[in-house]
């Protein structure tokens, strides 16, 4: 039985962090699904297209990972798709408690879910997607902290001053 963990989020966008934690995850884990949070409520910056197709172009053909999406309860998407194991980043403490929080509140309504932590290098420890989009909207670089496909997403999106 190959072993397959989700790897749940929002992926507005999709960072440097978020790939290196899926080439993380590739090593422990025989395949991973990118399951793109899709909730509307949270008004994200990309559409639920937009960050799905950012992700597959990003990670370019790999038969390991496959990109989906959901929009109920995680736990509900992991009983549909029969995997029990979700993989998530950990960067810093301040993720701890949440997380923390998060993983017993499934444990509870699912007791066959498990949770597997992964650390973020130190390359990307101070990468969230908040902070990238926040960074892009003042006209900041974010090259070196999501791909390219990312990059130009976000160029789009907040167009420099002068149209150039
Ligand atoms: P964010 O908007 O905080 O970047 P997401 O909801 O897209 O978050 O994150 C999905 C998962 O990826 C979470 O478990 C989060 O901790 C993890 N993650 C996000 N950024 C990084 C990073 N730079 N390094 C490691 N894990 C990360």
């Known amino acids: 039985m190959p072993r397959l963990a989700i790897y749940p989020g929002s992926f507005d966008p999709l960072t ?26 949270k008004k994200p910056l990309f559409t639920l297209e937009e960050r799905r197709e950012m992700i597959l172009e990003a990670l370019g053909r790999n038969p390991r990972v496959e990109v989906d999406s959901f929009d109920t309860l995680l736990v509900d998407y992991a009983k ?11 960067r ?7 997380e923390f929080q998060l993983a ?6 699912d007791p066959a879910f498990e ?3 992964i650390m973020t290098g130190e390359d990307y420890f101070f990468v ?7 960074v892009a909207s003042f006209g900041g670089d974010v090259a070196g902290l999501v791909p390219p496909n990312v990059a130009a997403g976000l160029r789009r999106k907040f167009p420099p001053a002068g149209g150039r």
């Open 104 to 109: 017993n509140m499934n444990r509870k309504l």
């Open 80 to 90: 549909r798709r029969g995997i029990h194991t979700v993989l998530r980043g950990l």
């Open 92 to 98: 810093a403490v301040s993720d701890f408690e949440y």
């Open 16 to 41: 440097n962090g978020h790939l290196s934690l899926i080439q993380r995850g590739l090593k422990v884990f025989d395949g991973l699904v990118v399951a793109v949070a899709n909730n509307p409520a």
């Open 115 to 117: 949770s597997v932590f």
């Open 128 to 134: 969230t997607g908040s902070l990238v989009r926040e």
